[in-house]
């Protein structure tokens, strides 16, 4: 490890980075802690003025705030918690009570002198009103520090849960995709079994094909996301491979708008999609069909529909339980939440066929958040 340069002295004392929001936000809930304790004891002695309490209650209550709220930022453990553990965080506590009696009283009590808030005479304070002072500024201040020893803490467990959520979702997501990879690569290796018998000249550029789109496809799957056109890419070279083994019983179109191309989205979230629509809507119908797969925005969404003209909706895909759909379904609920939809839903009739026939065809309707550029 190389040595610091000689113009750049390290620094004697560590940077404290301090949120003047939370600190002004921490000071008005202990100056209500004040008003509400300087409030209860008017109460209990309301021949007493009342402003000596409130000045006496704010002033100390200012004095334990600074001290113990400003310092434990200068303790290591605070960086991580919000507070000193053990011994640092009593020391701390005990000496915000001692500034607060200390300074709190000789504050409030020059406040008091000349502003006049005693009245025509100022009391002589005993040694019976001193200890009470200190019983008092020790409980507030112990509780008070409890208070926001115990938000300190809260907030640094949700932040330890939300980082733990955060893997889980990850490590979840990476389960899903490693289990999408094998099953599109069993998919086409059955494929290719098929044709081999029948066809070996069209196996063999379906071999070809096969390899130049795994090789093409590597790099994309290692990441969570990448542009739409790199989806939109792997889907053609698929439909390429499906096309020498349907031959003309499969046709394709995929319609991609420009200001769409570069939009992020999750890694082979159309790959599952559309070998559900071959496998279970064009290859089951004797003259095949037409699968297109189209990207929209609407209303501050993105919106791609994967269709097909085959048979309609059967077995457990009717429902969205095939394995496809319930693995986009998954990733897409964990890398967005509610924010992201999937449907599955008769494709509509074309426009002259009317209401009466039967209905084929299927569609697949994805909704995320479009994110401007």
Not at 205 to 218: C, P, V
Not at 288 to 308: C, F, K, N, P, Y
Not at 330 to 356: F, K, N, Q
Request: charged share 20%; glycine share 8%; with cysteine.
């Amino acid at each position: 490890m190389s040595a610091p340069p000689a113009d750049r002295p390290l620094p004697l004392f560590p940077v404290v980075r301090i949120d003047p929001r939370a600190k002004l936000r921490h000071l008005l809930q202990t100056w209500l802690f004040c008003i509400a304790i300087a409030v209860l004891q008017y109460a209990f002695e309301p021949n007493k003025p009342f402003l000596p309490n409130l000045a006496f209650s704010v002033s100390i209550g200012s004095f334990s705030w600074a001290v113990v709220d400003l310092g434990r930022h200068f303790f290591p453990s605070s960086r991580e918690t919000g507070w000193p553990d053990r011994l640092p965080g009593l020391v701390l506590v005990l000496a915000g009570i001692a500034a607060g009696y200390l300074g709190g009283t000789s504050l409030g009590d020059a406040l008091c002198r000349t502003f006049g808030w005693y009245g025509e005479v100022a009391p002589v304070h005993s040694a019976t009103d001193r200890r009470s002072a200190l019983l008092i500024t020790t409980m507030a201040g112990i509780v008070a520090s409890y208070y926001f020893y115990s938000v300190s803490r809260g907030h640094y467990l949700e932040r330890q849960m939300a980082e733990a959520r955060r893997h889980a979702d990850e490590a979840r997501l990476k389960l899903l995709e490693t289990q999408l990879e094998p099953h599109m690569l069993f998919n086409t290796l059955a494929n290719l079994r098929a044709l081999i018998a029948v066809d070996p000249p069209r196996a063999q550029r379906m071999l070809d094909h096969m390899i130049a789109y795994l090789r093409a496809t590597l790099d994309a799957s290692r990441a969570t996301t990448h542009p739409l056109q790199v989806e939109f890419d792997r889907v053609r070279d698929y439909l390429e491979l499906m096309a020498i083994r349907m031959g003309p019983r499969l046709s394709y179109e995929l319609d991609l708008p420009q200001e769409l191309a570069q939009h992020p989205v999750p890694t082979l979230l159309l790959q599952p999609l559309v070998e559900n629509a071959i496998q279970h809507g064009l290859e089951p119908k004797v003259e095949g069909g037409r699968l297109t797969v189209q990207a929209r925005s609407d209303g501050g969404e993105l919106v791609v529909v994967v269709s097909d003209t085959g048979v309609g909706l059967s077995g457990p895909v009717a429902q969205g339980h095939g394995f496809g759909l319930t693995q986009v379904r998954e990733r897409l609920t964990t890398l967005y939440g509610p924010a992201a939809r999937l449907s599955l839903d008769p494709l509509p009739s074309a426009p002259g066929e009317g209401w009466g026939g039967d209905t084929h065809g299927a569609q697949v309707t994805i909704r995320l958040p479009l994110r401007t550029q």
